[in-house]
């Protein structure tokens, strides 16, 4: 749960005194200041005073994670020692306990990349406290200034917790709205009028916010040293045309494909690969599922270390980037993205520019691009939300993007195609791809403490004895047959409604995991309420504003780190790379 610096509000009555506190909410409160603390706020104060000169606006800080990957709460930056990806994991549970953990306590300590899937030891790296953000509040004290307006969907807003409105505040992503029914189906939000008997629709996110959004899934920049020529971990493989000009460079005349295989290695694999010696099992594409490197922190789990690999609900909403030059104005390239077998295409005709959206067999509309000449291009082409969108140089030419549904009873299970859901294919084209990323849509559970999917396995003979992982080697198994993994996925049920009111709101956490947030509430302490609201609903009155800004992530330790304690590195400089409008 992200609680955040306290508050109190004049708009509520003082809840009566507290109970024992959690865990969780003694790392939410404000810890004694530290020489580093005094550092960083000397360093951002000039900063600050600048930002908020003549704005109504109020600074937080992020304790812990329930809406990683947008804030980090307290939190380690790995950079993996296999691909050179820089990611980050979660220190904020048991924050206390963290602190005084004792040199072989912290030796065990251990995290997972999100690009490659290798386990990292951790232990003692540094542990950075949660961004610092700045709050706009007049939007909401005064909605009908120039400027302001809101709430809306998809702001991240903070707000007064309503179990305890007088102590503590949180920080989450509005999703559902006033007069609205809202449920939750397989990873996304739909909504329809409150009490109406209308079907319900899918809430779609503005392009911003689903960039923003979007977790990694694969950087081709980044491949781990040990699979470097080793062609049977190539995620991405050429056919029919293409071949690889250098690294993460492909090129094509004529015709070919260039196709993505979600080929990472099983715990087990890793650990031969490392050893060099023989793979206990041939590599296999495995689904693409909602993995958060932010939750792989090992420690937090001593008891089964394998639950940090227990991200088991399939995504199939992606989105892909990469720079594409055109040699020659001639021939068409198709980018292609697939869902539940479904093939989702954007052809674009590179001598006259014209691009056409296809979701299976149904045109969805064509749009002039800027790709008539030689040279370089910027593209994203992503299946989000029943939405196809493209961006070309940052120009969207299919506007919001093209939405698509589904005829009742279609499949939504993932199928065999999906172990290889996305392509770039030439026609008569002459062309250079680089730059490929991949990365998915946020799926949002049914509850923040389980998966939709948990993939159950039984111990085959002299599995334990072979090695602690192989839980999870089931899993990979399971993930690498959609035929075993479909019949689970397409028994997840929808929640039930959740029926907002006027004036009142639905939050819910990016990390949806491991966030605290409207699904989970209770009704904790109501005496300040004379409306009876719901457990999911956060009346307006409670809300403070809206995130806008991280002006302080964290100091960047650089050589030569001298330690001055065990998480504060000297020198070091401002992150400049994360210091970012919120969105």
């Not at 005349?253 to 295989?261: F, Q």
């Amino acid at each position: 749960m992200s609680k955040i610096a306290k508050r109190p509000s004049p708009a509520v009555k003082s809840a009566p005194a507290p109970a024992e506190k959690t865990t969780e909410e003694k790392a939410a409160e404000k810890p004694k200041e530290t020489f580093r603390d005094m550092v960083d706020q000397i360093a951002v104060a000039i900063i600050l005073a600048i930002l908020i000169r003549g704005f109504d606006a109020e600074a937080f800080v992020i304790p812990t994670g329930s809406m990683a990957p947008t804030l980090k709460g307290r939190h380690k930056e790995i950079t993996c020692p296999q691909c050179s990806h820089v990611y980050t994991v979660n220190s904020s549970d048991d924050a206390e306990a963290y602190l005084i953990r004792r040199p072989e306590e912290r030796k065990e300590e251990a995290a997972i990349c999100d690009n490659c899937r290798y386990l990292t030891p951790i232990g003692f790296e540094p542990s950075f406290k949660g961004d610092r953000i700045l709050v706009m509040k007049f939007p909401y004290e005064f909605p009908t200034l120039p400027g302001a307006g809101g709430p809306n969907r998809w702001d991240v807003v903070v707000f007064h917790y309503p179990e305890k409105p007088a102590e503590t505040n949180y920080i989450k992503r509005l999703v559902g709205m006033p007069d609205e029914d809202l449920r939750i189906q397989r990873g996304n939000v739909w909504i329809r009028p409150a009490g109406s008997n209308d079907a319900f629709r899918i809430a779609r996110k503005p392009l911003s916010r689903q960039r923003a959004m979007a977790i990694m899934v694969n950087d081709d920049s980044h491949r781990p040293a040990l699979l470097k020529g080793k062609p049977e971990w190539a995620r991405w493989k050429t056919a029919k045309g293409f071949s690889e000009k250098s690294e993460g460079t492909f090129v094509v005349e004529g015709d070919g494909e260039l196709r993505y295989s979600n080929l990472i290695p099983d715990p087990e694999q890793w650990a031969a690969i490392a050893r060099q010696t023989s793979l206990p099992r041939p590599p296999r594409a495995t689904l693409i599922t909602d993995f958060y490197s932010y939750n792989s922190n090992t420690i937090n789990d001593r008891r089964d270390p394998t639950v940090a690999w227990e991200q088991t609900d399939w995504v199939g909403d992606l989105m892909v980037n990469m720079d594409l030059k055109v040699e020659k104005n001639e021939g068409t390239v198709t980018l292609e993205l697939v869902e539940a077998g479904v093939q989702n295409r954007c052809e674009i005709d590179l001598k006259t520019g014209m691009a056409v959206m296809f979701h299976g067999d149904a045109k969805l509309g064509e749009a002039q691009t800027r790709m008539t000449s030689r040279g370089w291009y910027a593209l994203e082409f992503a299946n989000i939300d029943d939405r196809l969108t493209l961006t070309v140089d940052g120009a969207t030419p299919f506007g919001d993007g093209l939405e698509y549904i589904d005829a009742p009873g279609a499949a939504s299970a993932p199928t065999a195609e999906d172990l290889a859901p996305v392509a770039v294919t030439s026609r008569g084209a002459a062309v250079q791809v680089s730059g490929l990323v991949l990365k998915r849509d946020i799926y949002y559970t049914l509850y923040p403490s389980r998966p939709d999917c948990p993939i159950s396995v039984q111990p085959t003979f002299g599995s334990e004895a072979r090695s602690p992982f192989w839980k999870v080697v089931q899993q990979f198994d399971i993930l690498s047959d959609p035929a075993r993994f479909g019949p689970l996925f397409a028994n997840v049920e929808a929640s039930e409604p959740y029926t907002i009111r006027p004036d009142h709101f639905m939050m819910m956490g990016d990390n949806s995991p491991r966030s605290a947030d409207s699904r989970a509430w209770g009704r904790g302490d109501m005496s300040w309420d004379p409306d009876d609201r719901s457990r999911w609903e956060v009346p307006r009155p409670l809300l403070i504003g809206r995130a806008f800004f991280v002006y302080w992530p964290h100091g960047v330790p650089f050589f030569p780190k001298i330690p001055l304690s065990q998480d504060f590195l000297i020198p070091f400089r401002p992150y400049f790379e994360r210091m970012k409008p919120i969105r």
